[in-house]
């Protein structure tokens, strides 16, 4: 088609057509056919693989990267061999300490929720579904395991549902205090206890429905908003944020390091870029938990 043929309101036509092009899911089952293939991030950022040369664990990590399932089933219950488990021992014990000291309420009354139901524990990594029978009781979202960080626009299309893409494998015991991509620690000590208050859900959810369909662009600006509200907020003087709440180092970084936080911006957020292999450059700050679901709420009403 040749666009310059066209008049001036057939352009906008085309374009507007270009737009809905996108495939969306319209039901949480289309979920099961979204590109799930993850990235190499290992290779992307150029390091070596901590415990690649830990044979079993590298067999292992394999196992649980290269298995999928239906949005719709149980989640089967991944192995996690006793070293898996150490490794979740030794960070739980250092995370509950400063999430007393620094988490957002929500995010600590949840996480006592979940210990007092015995589905957390600092012996061993919790099953997904184990993680699902609470959430469902909660706000109805369901984690459902991919290989590693997949692309943003099946990720968010997955919230639209109040499905969040969760990976299972955890990192190797040698470098417990870091990870070079999320793992489980993520996912079950930053994101799971913030999917189980309303209205954080709720506003997860919001980002995703705005992508469905959306065109690159507007997917790389909610990804922004979700990465420097979901990932990296701040209420109060308290972190919302599961990049910094499953992350040792990091919530040290952003409490005691003195980091400067800035008033929500919607405008310099969509300007930023994605910082995923070291310490943030900004974090964002809201006074208290509805104003940052009014801000995300605002900025995703502009794309
Ligand atoms: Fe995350």
Same mark, same amino acid.
């Given at each position: 088609?040749?666009?310059s043929?066209?008049?001036?309101?057939?352009?906008?036509?085309?374009?507007a057509?270009?737009?809905?092009?996108?495939?969306?899911?319209?039901?949480?089952?289309?979920?099961?056919?979204?590109?799930?293939?993850?990235?190499?991030?290992?290779?992307?950022?150029?390091?070596?693989?901590?415990? !690649?040369?830990?044979?079993d664990?590298?067999?292992?990590?394999?196992?649980?990267?290269?298995?999928?399932?239906?949005?719709n089933?149980?989640?089967?219950?991944v192995?996690?061999?006793?070293?898996?488990?150490?490794?979740?021992?030794l960070?739980?014990?250092?995370?509950?300490?400063?999430?007393?000291?620094?988490?957002?309420?929500?995010?600590? !009354?949840?996480?006592?929720?979940?210990?007092?139901?015995?589905?957390?524990?600092?012996?061993?990594?919790?099953?997904l579904?184990?993680?699902?029978?609470?959430?469902?009781?909660?706000?109805?979202?369901?984690?459902?395991?991919?290989?590693?960080?997949?692309?943003?626009? !099946?990720?968010?299309?997955?919230?639209?549902?109040?499905?969040?893409?969760?990976?299972?494998?955890?990192?190797?015991?040698?470098?417990?205090?870091y990870s070079?991509?999320?793992?489980?620690?993520?996912?079950?000590?930053?994101?799971?206890?913030?999917?189980?208050?309303?209205?954080?859900?709720?506003?997860s959810?919001?980002?995703?429905?705005?992508?469905?369909?959306?065109?690159?662009?507007?997917?790389?600006?909610?990804?922004?908003?979700y990465?420097y509200?979901?990932?990296?907020?701040?209420v109060?003087?308290?972190?919302?944020?599961?990049?910094?709440?499953?992350?040792?180092?990091?919530?040290?970084?952003?409490?005691?390091?003195?980091?400067d936080?800035?008033?929500?911006?919607?405008?310099?957020?969509?300007?930023?870029?994605f910082?995923?292999?070291?310490y943030?450059?900004?974090?964002?700050?809201?006074?208290?938990?509805?104003?940052?679901?009014?801000?995300?709420?605002e900025?995703?009403?502009?794309?």
């Amino acid at each position: 088609m040749v666009i310059s043929s066209l008049s001036f309101r057939s352009t906008k036509r085309f374009f507007a057509t270009v737009r809905q092009s996108f495939w969306y899911p319209r039901s949480r089952s289309d979920l099961d056919t979204v590109d799930k293939s993850y990235e190499n991030f290992v290779e992307k950022l150029e390091i070596s693989y901590p415990g !690649s040369d830990d044979v079993d664990y590298m067999s292992w990590l394999r196992s649980v990267r290269n298995y999928s399932t239906s949005v719709n089933s149980e989640v089967p219950d991944v192995f996690y061999p006793d070293q898996a488990n150490k490794t979740w021992s030794l960070l739980y014990a250092r995370l509950r300490e400063l999430h007393y000291l620094y988490a957002c309420d929500e995010h600590k !009354s949840n996480l006592k929720d979940l210990e007092n139901l015995g589905v957390y524990t600092g012996e061993k990594i919790p099953q997904l579904s184990q993680i699902n029978n609470w959430l469902s009781s909660k706000t109805g979202f369901k984690l459902i395991p991919v290989g590693g960080i997949i692309n943003a626009r !099946s990720f968010l299309y997955g919230l639209a549902y109040r499905v969040f893409l969760s990976t299972r494998y955890i990192r190797h015991i040698s470098v417990p205090f870091y990870s070079p991509e999320p793992d489980i620690v993520h996912e079950l000590m930053g994101h799971v206890p913030l999917f189980g208050n309303e209205e954080l859900a709720e506003f997860s959810q919001e980002i995703g429905k705005k992508s469905l369909g959306a065109s690159d662009a507007d997917i790389e600006k909610l990804a922004k908003i979700y990465f420097y509200s979901i990932e990296f907020g701040i209420v109060g003087d308290k972190i919302l944020g599961a990049g910094i709440l499953g992350s040792c180092k990091e919530i040290v970084h952003v409490k005691e390091d003195k980091c400067d936080f800035i008033g929500w911006d919607t405008k310099k957020i969509l300007s930023m870029d994605f910082t995923l292999s070291s310490y943030q450059p900004a974090y964002y700050k809201t006074e208290n938990l509805s104003e940052i679901k009014k801000s995300v709420m605002e900025a995703c009403n502009l794309i």
